[in-house]
């Protein structure tokens, strides 16, 4: 499975019931990455957001962590190395 995506939110909206900005959420974001990581073994989260970037965002922070760092920048060698990932 790929994901695009900047993965960049409130880290309340990942980490915490009901902490969703726009609505009530009942379980927190990780608990619905977790089902669809427990679906698809293989996964590739491709971020447009320049990896220079990342470090200053919290919520990419979680989301390579909950993905086991397989989070990829938006570049042709980001392309190359999430192909790779894909196909072991």
Same mark, same amino acid.
């Given at each position: 499975? +790929?994901?695009?995506g /900047?993965a960049?939110?409130?880290p309340?909206? +990942?980490?915490?019931?009901?902490?969703s !900005?726009e609505?009530?959420?009942?379980?927190?974001?990780a !608990?619905?990455?977790?089902?669809?990581? /427990?679906v698809y073994?293989k996964?590739?989260? +491709?971020?447009?957001?320049?990896?220079a970037r990342?470090k200053?965002h919290?919520? +990419?922070?979680i989301?390579r962590?909950? !993905? /086991?760092d397989r989070?990829?920048?938006?570049?042709?060698?980001?392309?190359?190395?999430a192909?790779?990932?894909?196909?072991?």
């Amino acid at each position: 499975m +790929i994901v695009v995506g /900047d993965a960049t939110m409130s880290p309340y909206e +990942i980490t915490y019931p009901g902490g969703s !900005v726009e609505h009530f959420n009942e379980e927190a974001g990780a !608990v619905w990455l977790k089902r669809v990581l /427990d679906v698809y073994a293989k996964v590739a989260w +491709i971020n447009p957001t320049p990896k220079a970037r990342w470090k200053y965002h919290e919520s +990419i922070s979680i989301t390579r962590e909950l !993905v /086991d760092d397989r989070m990829f920048g938006l570049t042709l060698s980001g392309l190359e190395k999430a192909m790779k990932q894909l196909a072991k």
